[in-house]
């Protein structure tokens, strides 16, 4: 039962590298999110998709990329690194909706420790 | 957009003690209003939620209050244990998409 699953786990960056972090989930979920976390700073939501092909911009969308080709899949990508990505970065997955409009529950990814140096 | 304040940023109790997280929002449209607790090295996990249309739930020794007029939302944990342990966030959600408060860290002192 794997949920959502994040790779890497772990990475270091050198300045205006690239890279793509990979999330894929196994429960049929038609919303995707990538979120970062920072110390004292919570959640904050990078890029969404409501669904296969879709994307949308979050909170903090500048200096990254998503891509959502396939359902089960949700790539972040960051074209050229910053210290200032140095980051956690989570997945996470959800119905959306329930019926008549109500949220639904999110399930979040291990994380993957992101260093920029 | 929403935003979520949640208070305290931290807190210590005795075990046995009872703790209480509280969460303002700020849009009338969020419907959905989930807590999830973090322990160290791992992702967010779900551990209880209401909905706006519900004043109350409760689930063991955790429960959660709304209300609606106010826009604040509550958790209340009994009978902690240091297994309580953990970084608390709270969220509102709107058209399937979260806003989170900054977490609490709660410590449960043996």
């Known amino acids: 039962n794997a949920g959502v699953t994040q790779t890497p786990k772990f990475r270091v960056l050198k300045t205006g590298q690239s890279m793509t972090l990979l999330c894929a989930q196994d429960?049929?979920?038609?919303?995707m999110y990538w979120y970062r976390q920072d110390p004292g700073m919570g959640l904050r939501l990078i890029h969404y998709s409501v669904g296969e092909g879709t994307t949308a911009k979050g909170e903090v969308p500048d200096g990254y990329n998503v891509s959502r080709l396939k359902k089960q899949n949700f790539l972040l990508g960051l074209e050229s690194a910053a210290p200032s990505q140095t980051s956690v970065y989570f997945c996470?997955?959800?119905?959306?909706?329930?019926?008549?409009?109500?949220?639904?529950?999110?399930?979040f990814g291990q994380g993957t420790r992101l260093t920029v140096v | 957009g929403e935003n979520v304040e949640q208070h305290p940023s931290t807190l210590s109790v005795q075990e046995g003690d009872s703790a209480v997280i509280k969460c303002t929002y700020s849009d009338s449209a969020s419907n959905y209003f989930p807590w999830y607790k973090q322990e160290l090295g791992k992702g967010p996990q779900l551990i209880i939620d209401i909905r706006s249309n519900v004043g109350e739930k409760k689930d063991q020794r955790i429960a959660v209050t709304l209300n609606k007029t106010a826009k604040h939302f509550s958790l209340h944990i009994t009978e902690t244990q240091p297994e309580d342990s953990a970084v608390y966030f709270c969220a509102a959600v709107n058209a399937g998409k979260s806003t989170f408060g900054d977490g609490t860290t709660l410590t449960v002192k043996p």
């Open positions: 996470a997955s959800s119905h959306g909706f329930r019926t008549g409009g109500a949220g639904t529950e999110a399930f």
């Open positions: 429960m049929n979920h038609e919303y």
